[in-house]
T-cell receptor
Framework: AQKVTQAQTEISVVEKEDVTLDCVYE???????LFWYKQPPSGELVFLIR??????QNEISGRYSWNFQKSTSSFNFTITASQVVDSAVYFC??????????????FGKGTKLTVNP | EAQVTQNPRYLITVTGKKLTVTCSQN?????MSWYRQDPGLGLRQIYY???????DKGDVPEGYKVSRKEKRNFPLILESPSPNQTSLYFC??????????FGPGTRLTVT
């Protein structure tokens, strides 16, 4: 069965610190997708990134970067120079790749990030 | 604008009073799902639908019903709500790019 583990329940940092959110996944599929979502205090789920299992290139988007390592089944998320607006719950999720689209995302339990001024 | 809409956004109801949460998407997606979010448990899938008239159970389907009569709509029905269904509910749809678009959420309280 698929499983996503976010071992860090809560993280608190001071503004401008770098912070890494860990995500470890389990799947028997060779083709799958990994996602990160942000849930700010307002409650909506904001899509951050999608990565397929055949693409292990790291990705950088502004202050955000993602490190995908298939060898350790990890898909970690780093925020550089954190800001108060980064305070949110962050979810890592795993989806099996099925023809025509996804049926289910398996979510980790989330990491609550608090960035203090 | 591509979006998933849900209504109502907030609902307080009493045990046993049937309710429906509507979900609609304008992206012509075949796949739609319902999730519930509970503290400490993350998001768990309730039901999903691969196309019109095709639905299947997710991880926590007990106490819920769904229907998919039109491609754009996927309502969630609680025929006899109970307090343990108090939760934050999200509807989602996805297309061939595997990205799931989420609605804004419906916060349900059952007293």
């Amino acid at each position: 069965a698929q499983k996503v583990t976010q071992a860090q329940t809560e993280i608190s940092v001071v503004e401008k610190e770098d912070v890494t959110l860990d995500c470890v996944y389990e799947t028997r599929d060779t083709t799958y997708y990994l996602f990160w979502y942000k849930q700010p205090p307002s409650g909506e789920l904001v899509f951050l990134i999608r990565r397929n299992s055949f693409d292990e290139q790291n990705e950088i988007s502004g202050r955000y970067s993602w490190n995908f390592q298939k060898s350790t089944s990890s898909f970690n998320f780093t925020i550089t120079a954190s800001q108060v607006v980064d305070s949110a719950v962050y979810f890592c999720a795993l989806s099996e790749a099925r023809e025509g689209g996804s049926e289910k995302l398996v979510f980790g339990k989330g990491t609550k990030l608090t960035v203090n001024p | 604008e591509a979006q998933v809409t849900q209504n109502p956004r907030y609902l307080i109801t009493v045990t046993g009073k049937k309710l429906t949460v509507t979900c609609s998407q304008n992206m012509n997606h075949e796949y739609m799902s319902w999730y519930r979010q509970d503290p400490g448990l993350g998001l768990r899938q309730i039901y999903y639908s691969m196309n019109v008239e095709v639905t299947d159970k997710g991880d926590v389907p007990e106490g819920y019903k769904v229907s998919r009569k039109e491609k754009r709509n996927f309502p969630l029905i609680l025929e006899s709500p109970s307090p343990n269904q108090t939760s934050l509910y999200f509807c989602a749809s996805s297309g061939v790019n595997y990205e799931q678009y989420f609605g804004p959420g419906t916060r349900l309280t059952v007293t």
